[in-house]
């Protein structure tokens, strides 16, 4: 069993250390033309709160909470600590891609 407190006592507040990590890196790094710096901001605490959600209601066994959309993933896991770990992943793609032909297998 983990330390990880009562998950009815998370909030957002709580990883504001990690959402700013985040956006510092996005401003920096990521170039994202769906998405501006400053909707950046709103999506990521909106995707945290789901992820609270999703770990607060996660059944028994398992040790994480899920959120994402198709710029950012949110993860949080179990720890030992005195808060669940955070992690803001960025889901990157590049529009000039090559794209994989699909195969159609049924006429073989």
């Not at 998950?7 to 985040?22: N, W």
């Not at 950046?40 to 789901?50: C, D, F, I």
């Amino acid at each position: 069993m983990s330390d990880t407190p009562p998950s009815e006592t998370l909030t957002a507040d709580q990883f504001s250390t990690e959402l700013r990590a985040a956006l510092r890196s996005y401003e920096r790094h990521v170039v994202c033309i769906e998405q501006v710096p400053e909707e950046t901001e709103s999506a990521l605490h909106s995707l945290l709160e789901k992820a609270i959600q999703a770990f607060q209601n996660r059944a028994p066994g398992l040790k994480h909470g899920i959120a994402l959309n198709r710029q950012v993933t949110v993860i949080l896991s179990e720890s030992s600590g005195a808060k669940p770990l955070c992690g803001i992943y960025f889901n990157l793609h590049s529009p000039y891609a090559r794209k994989i032909a699909k195969t159609d297998v049924s006429s073989s």
